[in-house]
């Protein structure tokens, strides 16, 4: 366990009673040591404040985070290359949520198969610049990519 202050990073928007709800517990579930950033588009600033203030953070959800420039019309290619910039400086070790949303059908309309375009390639500039990458299903890891090379690798 990382001792010190933790800080969680959150990129969904209360938009109705129910995320505000979940949004709650999940605050006061976390306790005293974390500190909150929301931080539905600008996540560079809040890795760049976070990593300042404290000993680890973690980042959750990418794929709101999409969701939510996709909503501004923001230029996705520059925010997702201004994050990994901010991923390389950043100084606390960093954990990033995320949703895989490639591996089922090509969805019927435009939006959704630029959304799950977008992820894509999201995802693979995330594992591009992390040391480590780990599939979760069903509750059960997958190691997809490791921080060190195992003995057998050597």
Same mark, same amino acid.
């Given at each position: 366990?990382l001792p010190?202050?933790?800080a969680?990073?959150?990129?969904? *928007?209360a938009?109705?009673d129910?995320?505000a709800?979940?949004?709650?517990?999940h605050?006061?579930d976390?306790?005293?040591r974390?500190?909150a950033?929301e931080?539905?588009?600008?996540?560079?600033d809040?890795? #760049?404040?976070?990593?300042?203030e404290?000993?680890?953070?973690?980042?959750?959800c990418?794929?709101?985070w999409?969701?939510?420039?996709m909503h501004?019309d923001?230029?996705?290619?520059?925010?997702?290359?201004d994050?990994?910039?901010a991923i390389?400086v950043?100084s606390?070790?960093?954990?990033?949520?995320?949703? #895989?949303?490639?591996g089922g059908?090509?969805p019927?309309?435009?939006l959704?198969?630029?959304?799950?375009?977008h992820?894509?390639w999201?995802? *693979? *500039?995330?594992?591009?610049?992390?040391?480590?990458?780990?599939?979760v299903?069903?509750?059960?890891?997958?190691?997809l990519?490791?921080?060190?090379?195992s003995?057998m690798q050597?």
């Open positions: 366990m010190g202050k933790l969680f990073i959150a990129t969904a *928007q938009q109705d129910e995320l709800d979940r949004i709650a517990r605050r006061a976390r306790g005293p974390w500190t950033y931080a539905p588009i600008a996540l560079c809040a890795i #760049e404040h976070a990593s300042r404290c000993e680890a953070i973690l980042i959750d990418m794929t709101l999409l969701s939510n420039l501004a923001a230029d996705i290619a520059a925010a997702t290359a994050l990994m910039a390389r950043c606390a070790p960093l954990t990033i949520v995320s949703n #895989e949303v490639g059908i090509v019927m309309n435009a959704a198969r630029r959304f799950r375009d992820a894509g999201l995802h *693979q *500039q995330l594992a591009s610049v992390a040391g480590e990458v780990v599939l299903t069903a509750g059960l890891p997958l190691q990519k490791c921080a060190e090379p003995a050597r």
